[in-house]
């Protein structure tokens, strides 16, 4: 005897049914890590660089400084990197145009699978609130350390990583040692 | 040799900007895919209970040094014309150091965050805020750590360069720990899950 079907249940292309909203496992690590590898090695090869996250942002924030007080943003060469000689538009930038297709990617991923909720991740001993001021507050850190290293997870882990850059598997043995000696402290916030 | 294409000059900026978005979608797509729009998925790699940062990461780092070390082996593309940052260790292990504890106090890192802003999660959109702020409050001390952040210059270096080894063996020694590391890393998963309970996403 067949079940009561769910009224608002999908039927796919197999004639398969599966309640409507049923959000999809994650792939398999391998598959997602050989796809990631695909990408980076297609950067590689069409661009001659590889993948990046927070330079994009260190732009968005040198043309903020730049807007509110121009002066001050000239007179200081972290920002001037990002700024240029000031005959081209700043954020008319590889890595502005790549992060704005991450969120695109990730929306797309997340839309298909049935995985965009409005929610905050956290363990079941935090409160919301305290969730996001620990969000914030490890932003910023990472805004930090990833401009102190000259790239992040993406640009200096995994894009030097796969070209054996020194300095970026120094820096990845850094991050984990730090995650790893920092993560007893905010235990109560994942577990 | 006729990679990188870019900088064969088989096309122009504005092309470049285009591609850019398009490989940006790619990087979300995958990283979504992986789980890596969840802070508690990427957390869980600090407490074994889930080792998928590892498994993701270093899939990906040998998928593309295998093409990277195949395509310039047969000639098809000049590694010496792709970007590399030079290296600078201290600040690069001081920040990676920094970088570690925002890791795991903020759950993400910043192209995960952006994937998780993008998916709903408010951890990060308010995450992105703190990156930007966290930025800008580098950006106003750089004058002050300006010293610090050239220090130790070692300029384009590799591992082969440093060890005096054989491109192709590093290559060959690194697949083969990561390899190791996989098993390792679902050994550990199995112990751990099995006293602490496993991630549910």
Redesign the interface.
């Known amino acids: 005897m067949h079940a009561a079907t769910d009224p608002l249940a999908i039927v796919d292309h197999e004639g398969k049914e599966r309640p409507a909203g049923k959000i999809q496992p994650y792939w398999n690590p391998y598959l997602a890590g050989i796809g990631l590898g695909l990408v980076l090695l297609a950067s590689f090869v069409i661009m001659g660089r590889g993948l990046g996250a927070s330079g994009a942002f260190s732009s968005l924030v040198a043309t903020g400084v730049n807007a509110i007080n121009p002066a001050h943003a000239r007179a200081n060469s972290f920002y001037v990197d990002y700024l240029g000689d000031g005959t081209s538009n700043p954020l008319m930038d590889w890595l502005v145009f790549e992060v704005i297709g991450v969120f695109a990617g990730g929306f797309i991923s997340g839309a298909l699978a049935g995985r965009l909720k409005a929610t905050t991740e956290k363990g079941p001993h935090i409160s919301p609130r305290g969730r996001l001021g620990y969000a914030f507050f490890g932003g910023a850190l990472m805004g930090i350390g990833a401009k102190l290293a000259r790239g992040c997870t993406s640009g200096q882990a995994l894009t030097g990583g796969a070209m054996l850059n020194l300095g970026s598997w120094t820096f990845m043995l850094a991050v984990f040692a730090g995650a790893y000696a920092m993560a007893y402290f905010v235990r109560r916030q994942w577990q | 040799m006729s ?5 064969f000059g088989l096309f122009g900026d504005n092309i ?20 890596f ?5 990427l ?5 074994f209970t889930d080792l ?1 940062v590892f ?11 295998l ?2 070390f195949y ?1 310039s082996w047969i000639g098809f ?1 000049d ?1 010496a ?9 201290l ?34 959109m ?15 001390f ?2 002050l ?2 010293r610090f ?1 050239v220090a130790t210059p ?1 300029g ?7 060890l005096s080894l054989p ?1 192709g063996l ?2 060959f020694l ?1 697949a083969l720990m990561a390899v190791g590391g ?1 098993a390792g890393a679902t050994w550990i998963e199995k112990t751990v899950a099995a006293k ?1 309970g496993a991630v549910k ?1």
């Open positions: 990679a990188p294409f870019y900088k470049g900007l285009v591609i850019a978005f398009v490989i940006g979608i790619g990087f979300g797509f995958f990283l979504e895919r992986a789980g729009g969840n802070a508690r998925i957390a869980a790699q600090f407490y998928r498994k993701v990461m270093f899939t990906a780092i040998v998928t593309a040094m093409g990277l395509l593309m590694l014309l792709v970007y590399a940052t030079p290296t600078f260790l600040p690069q292990v001081i920040g990676g150091l920094i970088l570690g504890f925002g890791f795991v106090i903020g759950g993400y890192c910043p192209g995960t965050s952006a994937v998780s802003a993008a998916t709903g999660r408010v951890d990060g308010i995450y992105l805020v703190g990156l930007i702020t966290g930025t800008f409050v580098f950006g106003e750089f004058p750590v300006e952040y070692m384009r270096v590799t591992i082969p360069d440093i491109y590093v290559v690194i996989f602490r996403p």
